[in-house]
């Protein structure tokens, strides 16, 4: 096992569908620009109300990519 160095950036995702599809849209998006994500971590959950219903998720995240 080697020891690694993590960079650690925060980032939200969105999702009209639930808070795990936010989750996965915000984790696809970040992994197209950087490389060797590792974890993530939620921190913080909100939402946008639409005439008395939920009309948005978002998730707050701390993701976490190996350095080189």
């Known amino acids: 096992m080697t020891d ?6 925060e ?5 009209t569908k639930g808070i795990e599809d936010a989750i996965s ?3 696809s998006k970040a992994s197209k620009t950087l490389r060797e994500l ?5 921190v ?3 939402g946008h109300i639409e005439d008395g219903k939920v009309g ?4 707050k ?3 976490a990519f190996t350095l080189e």
């Open 25 to 27: 849209n915000a984790v």
């Open 38 to 42: 590792r974890w993530f971590e939620v």
């Open 61 to 63: 995240l701390k993701i």
């Open 4 to 9: 690694n160095v993590y960079k650690i950036t």
């Open 56 to 59: 948005h998720y978002q998730v």
């Open 44 to 46: 913080e959950t909100r």
């Open 11 to 15: 980032i939200v995702g969105s999702s």
